[in-house]
């Protein structure tokens, strides 16, 4: 019998991280993830908030649904096939893989086209097996990218609803137990504040519980809030002497 060898947490040095960023339109989210070191952006196509970066230095790729190839561009196809492409192109030679982040924005729209994919234009209704292919699926995306040394950012936007007991809970705006199951396997869950009305709008990230939106970080001394977030800001803070706070 072999010898039972375990890690030790204590030699986890990762510096690629899984970052869930939520909030309602206009909160920022799609700035934040752009202050990320060398992104690429896999944007549905029913999701224009890429036009948020016009003019700048920022790749991107058009998501036309789950299923479907690479057009001849290269620059759009089904998830399924850009992320084949991706980790092919890492596997080659992860050295010259030519992004240091991977942004998915945003889950609530992609979600809808996968929803419409499988229900043929809407013209039927979701039925229990596509809620569990729908969830199985993320899964699977969460799992390919994480094979890749690369941080990754998953956008979403908010919503509130009642639960059980009445209470109103807030959260990710996504079905199913993807709606917890995503962004707990992440390092980062930050709820995007929407700026209020004033002439200089202050857009901030909570890392701790806002009202009725969850968030936490799994690194210690990680600020509760960021206004004006970028990566920059608090790449300081995400490094060893991990403790997860909500």
Same mark, same amino acid.
């Given at each position: 019998?072999?010898?039972?060898?375990?890690?030790?947490?204590?030699?986890?040095?990762?510096?690629?991280?899984?970052?869930?960023?939520?909030?309602?339109?206009?909160?920022?989210?799609?700035?934040?993830?752009?202050?990320?070191?060398?992104?690429?952006?896999?944007?549905?196509?029913?999701?224009?908030?890429?036009?948020?970066?016009?003019?700048?230095?920022?790749?991107?790729?058009?998501?036309?649904?789950?299923?479907?190839?690479?057009?001849?561009? #290269?620059?759009?196809?089904?998830?399924?096939?850009?992320?084949?492409?991706?980790?092919?192109?890492?596997?080659?030679?992860?050295?010259?893989?030519?992004?240091?982040?991977?942004?998915?924005?945003?889950?609530?729209?992609?979600?809808?086209?996968?929803?419409?994919?499988?229900?043929?234009?809407?013209?039927?209704?979701?039925?229990?097996?596509?809620?569990?292919?729908?969830?199985?699926?993320?899964?699977?995306?969460?799992?390919?990218?994480?094979?890749?040394?690369?941080?990754?950012?998953?956008?979403?936007?908010?919503?509130?609803?009642?639960?059980?007991?009445?209470?109103?809970?807030?959260?990710?705006?996504?079905? #199913?137990?993807?709606?917890?199951?995503?962004?707990?396997?992440?390092?980062?869950?930050?709820?995007?504040?929407?700026?209020?009305?004033?002439?200089?709008?202050?857009?901030?990230?909570?890392?701790?519980?806002? #009202?009725?939106?969850?968030?936490?970080?799994?690194?210690?001394?990680?600020?509760?809030?960021?206004?004006?977030?970028?990566?920059?800001?608090?790449?300081?803070?995400?490094?060893?002497?991990?403790?997860?706070?909500?």
């Amino acid at each position: 019998m072999p010898k039972i060898q375990p890690h030790n947490a204590s030699d986890l040095q990762d510096p690629w991280l899984h970052w869930f960023l939520y909030g309602d339109s206009g909160s920022g989210k799609t700035t934040a993830a752009a202050s990320f070191p060398r992104p690429l952006f896999l944007v549905p196509q029913n999701e224009r908030s890429i036009t948020t970066l016009a003019g700048q230095n920022i790749d991107y790729m058009e998501i036309t649904g789950q299923s479907g190839p690479l057009n001849e561009s #290269g620059d759009s196809g089904g998830l399924d096939a850009v992320i084949s492409a991706l980790q092919s192109t890492y596997n080659a030679d992860p050295e010259k893989f030519p992004w240091d982040t991977i942004v998915v924005e945003s889950i609530s729209h992609y979600v809808d086209l996968v929803q419409e994919e499988m229900t043929s234009g809407n013209t039927r209704p979701m039925e229990q097996r596509h809620w569990g292919l729908l969830a199985a699926h993320i899964r699977n995306v969460q799992t390919r990218l994480r094979s890749m040394e690369v941080h990754v950012v998953y956008t979403a936007l908010a919503a509130v609803k009642q639960d059980d007991g009445g209470a109103i809970v807030g959260g990710p705006l996504i079905p #199913g137990q993807s709606a917890v199951k995503l962004p707990s396997a992440c390092d980062v869950i930050g709820y995007c504040e929407a700026p209020s009305s004033a002439k200089k709008p202050v857009y901030t990230i909570h890392f701790r519980r806002k #009202g009725h939106y969850f968030a936490r970080s799994r690194f210690r001394g990680m600020p509760a809030a960021v206004p004006h977030f970028s990566f920059d800001a608090v790449q300081p803070y995400l490094k060893g002497d991990r403790k997860s706070t909500t």
